[in-house]
């Protein structure tokens, strides 16, 4: 007997920034004979920068269920990353728009009703910043998992090996 279970989902998120860095020279101090004269003088604008970026994804995951002991789960997400970068103290602007895939595919066995052992491969994406790449990452792992009955609890010991890409 298999079992069937399908999960699809959206997400969305919208961020917006603004910033400035203001610098200036201080008077000197004499550090044998301090006469603290105040602050510095009047401030300008040293940097400054307009972020604003726009993350859309959706997500598929499928996992069949064998014998209410295999499972396997695959899964699919496009992310869709609009990112804009403006410095408006140097007239400078940079942006970026991506379409990334990721995808994601796990089996789990049960060895009894508390424990279970899995194995996974995963697919990730983070935004960059505008003008610069994505970075990717790709995930290995296998692991246990035991969740007694007689406590509300989840204990796992994992190895796994992650990469990232363009950090």
């Given amino acids: 007997q298999v079992e069937s279970r399908t999960l699809v989902g959206a997400d969305y998120s919208n961020?917006?920034?603004?910033?400035a860095n203001y610098y200036t020279s201080a008077p000197q101090i004499d550090f044998a004979n301090p006469v603290f004269a105040g602050g510095p003088g009047p401030l300008s604008p040293f940097s400054s920068s307009n972020k604003d970026q726009v993350n859309g994804g959706i997500y598929l995951q499928q996992d069949l269920i064998f014998?209410?002991?295999?499972?396997?789960s695959l899964g699919l997400r496009n992310d869709w990353l609009d990112l804009k970068d403006v410095d408006p103290t140097?007239?400078?602007?940079?942006?970026?728009s991506y379409s990334e895939l990721s995808k994601r595919i796990?089996?789990?066995?049960?060895?009894?009703?508390?424990?279970?052992t899995y194995v996974s491969y995963a697919e990730?994406?983070?935004?960059?910043?505008?003008?610069s790449e994505p970075t990717y990452g790709k995930q290995y792992e296998a692991g246990i998992k035991y969740?007694?009955?007689?406590?509300?609890?989840?204990?796992?010991?994992?190895?796994?090996?992650?990469?990232?890409?363009?950090?």
């Fill in 90 to 96: 140097n007239s400078t602007a940079e942006s970026g």
């Fill in 124 to 131: 990730s994406v983070a935004p960059p910043s505008a003008g």
């Fill in 106 to 116: 796990g089996l789990s066995y049960k060895l009894t009703d508390e424990l279970a």
């Fill in 147 to 167: 969740r007694p009955e007689s406590m509300p609890a989840l204990i796992t010991a994992s190895i796994y090996d992650l990469t990232l890409e363009n950090i």
């Fill in 15 to 19: 961020f917006n920034s603004r910033g």
């Fill in 67 to 72: 014998s209410d002991r295999v499972t396997a």
